[in-house]
């Protein structure tokens, strides 16, 4: 089975973003760039992840996209923040523009920023409303002229669009470029979010964990979509750091730690705890996040070694959060190509078809991953690619060979 890598095509980018010292201060051009890098390289795509202060993912699609071809634009969604008819008219422009390349990641998070955009569910009640929206928005995709009638969300029938002989009206109207729907992406870890999940998704995306981890939860995930008898894909996120040898991609993660501060582990820690626990109070039952939070306590972060959970995966400092109580968003691929390309083999063994990746500086990192990575994996880029060498030159040199 082929895998799909995509890239992260989301502000801000620097060797260390995490840090003031370590980000770059870039704009519209560096975006640009850097999709037109993902493109040229044969990524399958690239995520456009929403925060609290990120340029607005369907902005950036619509600015981007023209400087690519191939690439699919995976835009993160709040469900709400505008009626599902105008997020379908969105949709529906840009993938007619693109050539049907964009997808959403149905995103359902976070109790820290939905109020202040206006969305105001508590967490499992903001899936029931999910559901209604994707729907929603959907039929508005595909044209259906009936009335969507929810709890939450009321639909008009469509008025029929009036007959351009005689009205002399051209009709402009929208067409689905993908016809069974557009793409959804997304994820859920909570029962809400499961259930939520294996209604509505194409493709069920999960933080990284073992490969063995993961593939519980997306064995379980897929349990329950196959009860509605639904298939889904799964996917995961992960940070990459990919060099010629172990000892490069190991010095480059040390190279970063001493880049980072103890303020930054603590505050991503302070975000790990369960409920009711403080940096002081918590005791791990694992002995290597407890020796390493006991340096931390004491102001000194541990070597990149000691994040390492598994060969190859690290909960080490990241833009998306230094883990270093059990790995999440921030958890990374560290090592030579060659064992990179085990450990993604050994993630699809275990049932992930997608790999979102990000490095760091952006495109730097496209480049060395796509360089050194993508030779050894059996990829699914979502286009044809040329075939530069029939088989006929190699055939012909080893006849030159035997003869001479
Ligand atoms: C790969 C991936 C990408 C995500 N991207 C975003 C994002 O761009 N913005 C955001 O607010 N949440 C993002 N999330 C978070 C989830 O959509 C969501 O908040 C969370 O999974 C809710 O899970 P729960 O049902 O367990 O509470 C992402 C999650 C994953 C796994």
Redesign the pocket.
């Known amino acids: 089975m082929a895998v799909k890598i995509l890239w992260y095509l989301t502000a801000p980018d620097g060797p260390v973003p995490w840090e003031p010292e370590g980000r770059w201060e870039t704009g519209f051009d560096h975006l640009q760039e850097l999709a037109a890098a993902i493109d040229k390289l044969g990524y399958y795509g690239a995520?456009l992840?929403?925060?609290f202060d990120h340029d607005d993912v369907l902005a950036v699609a619509a600015a981007t996209f023209p400087v690519t071809q191939r690439m699919k634009f995976l835009a993160?969604i709040?469900p709400g923040l505008m009626t599902p008819a105008k997020l379908a008219r969105i949709a529906l422009t840009i993938d007619k523009f693109s050539g049907g390349r964009l997808l959403f990641?149905a995103?359902?998070?976070?109790d820290t920023?939905l109020p202040s955009l206006g969305v105001h569910f508590e967490?499992d009640e903001r899936?029931e409303y999910s559901a209604e929206y994707w729907q929603a928005f959907q039929a508005s995709y595909l044209g259906q002229q009936q009335a969507y009638q929810g709890k939450y969300i009321h639909q008009a029938a469509r008025p029929p669009l009036p007959d351009p002989r005689r009205s002399g009206y051209a009709s402009g109207a929208l067409a689905p470029t993908q016809k069974n729907g557009l793409e959804l992406w997304?994820?859920?870890?909570?029962s809400?979010?499961v259930a939520h999940s294996v209604e509505l998704l194409d493709v069920y995306?999960?933080?990284a964990d073992t490969p063995q981890r993961l593939g519980d939860k997306f064995r379980r995930v897929g349990a329950e979509a196959a009860k509605l008898g639904r298939k889904l894909r799964f996917?995961?996120?992960l940070q990459i750091i990919v060099r010629e040898t172990e000892e490069e991609a190991w010095d480059y993660a040390q190279w970063l730690v001493d880049r980072t501060s103890v303020d930054y582990a603590i505050q991503s820690i302070q975000r790990q705890l369960p409920p009711g626990e403080t940096l002081e109070t918590y005791r791990s039952p694992n002995p290597q996040v407890q020796r390493n939070l006991d340096a931390i306590r004491a102001g000194r972060l541990p070597s990149a070694r000691d994040y390492e959970i598994h060969p190859n995966l690290w909960t080490g400092p990241a833009l998306h959060g230094f883990n270093v109580l059990a790995p999440l968003?921030g958890t990374t691929l560290v090592g030579s190509a060659e064992n990179v390309a085990a450990r993604i083999r050994e993630f699809e063994a275990q049932g992930t078809s997608a790999f979102?990746l990000s490095g760091w500086p952006l495109i730097e990192e496209a480049h060395r991953v796509a360089d050194l990575l993508f030779p050894l994996l059996d990829l699914d880029h979502g286009f044809d690619v040329p075939l530069l060498n029939s088989g006929r030159y190699r055939g012909d040199h080893a006849a030159r060979a035997k003869a001479a």
Request: glycine fraction near 20%.
């Open positions: 995520l992840a929403t925060g993160a709040h990641n995103v359902n998070g976070r920023i967490h899936y997304g994820a859920g870890t909570s809400a979010g995306l999960s933080f996917g995961t996120r968003s979102i």
